[in-house]
């Protein structure tokens, strides 16, 4: 099994920056690629970034530019680095987990608040 925890999120105005993270515990050498995602009020869970053990990245379209993905192997450690956040950024955002064949594991999701 692997444990998720985030944390960073909080209250930002719009231009702004925050930084997320997510350290993974448990059976980590299973995890093949780490993302976070968010749920904005009222809309589905959709994908922000994502990086893989070897370090290929990936990014939503409206993040790409301000939004920097990067994982730590070694702490087990994904963060999120957001820069010039916009009200439309506000949900509660998901670390998650790739584990392949055995799954995905979810953070417990932590508010990002972007006021205008």
């Known amino acids: 099994q692997v444990r998720l925890v985030e944390s960073g999120g909080g209250l930002v105005q719009a231009g702004g920056s925050l930084r997320l993270s997510c350290a993974a515990s448990?059976?980590?050498?299973?995890?093949?690629?780490m993302g976070w995602y968010r749920q904005p009020p009222g809309k589905e869970r959709e994908l922000v970034a994502a990086v893989t053990r070897g370090g290929t990245t990936n990014y939503a379209d409206s993040v790409k530019g301000r939004f920097t993905i990067s994982g730590d192997n070694a702490k087990n450690t994904v963060y999120l680095q957001m820069n010039s956040l916009k009200p439309e950024d506000t949900a509660v955002y998901y670390c998650?987990?790739?584990?392949?064949?055995?799954?995905?594991?979810w953070g417990q999701g932590t508010q990002v608040t972007v006021s205008s």
């Open positions: 448990g059976s980590t050498f299973r995890i093949n690629a």
């Open positions: 998650n987990a790739n584990r392949g064949v055995y799954g995905q594991t």
